[in-house]
């Protein structure tokens, strides 16, 4: 998978799982429940640290777009080369791992779901980022 | 002992329905799995009818996201407790994760 089309998928899913958690919220709210699934620290967590995670994502893409403005392509073996590609691919990558990090608490504490899965589902994501990363590098996309 | 019978029913709609979770606390989780089951699979069906081939895990995502739905309103009424429906939004939305990876 392309880092483009990888980071795109995580940013839909934070969405995704934000609007879920929204509907409820506000569902819950407006009609006045007993039990509110806010009550929970682990979904209270989850909730304000998608929030957060979301919001500080159109600033770091503004800071890398200014970044990338800034620069003056050098001329490169068969190509241009821009460095700020590569802060780019960091940024990007860490907030791939925030939303990530973020949602792999869910099912950790709230089903039990074993470490051992938990860090084979790391890996897979780690080497996925780095893949496509490299390739963005190489080749830009 | 004292059993539960139809006489500890509170008499609302709301006490009505939620007599058979005080025989079973399990029997509206039990729903929303059948419920989550009979969407999954007719939308697996259906679209293995019309395009003769399926997708599994893009009909438990949609499933997903009715039953987490349901399980909404389920909640509002008392039928289960917050932590049945914490581990049902967990299930679904990692359903709905896997499938926006996998497209």
Redo the contacts between chains.
Sequence with gaps: MAFKDFFISFAIIGILVFAIFSFIITFQNDQDFKTKITDDALINNTFGSLQKNLRSMGDNATSQKEVFESETPTRGFGSLVLYSIVSTGKVFTGMIFGTFNILIKLPVNALGMSEELASVLVTITIILSIIGLWVLYKIGG | MTYTDLSSINQTIEGFLQYPALVDKLFYVYILTAFFMIIALASFFEERRLYGKGNMLSSFAISS?GT??IS?FM??L?LF??TY???I???C??L??LW??K?
């Design positions: 996201i987490i739905i909404v909640l509002s008392g407790t917050l429906e914490i581990m939004l967990t299930i939305l990692f709905i994760v926006i990876l497209k």
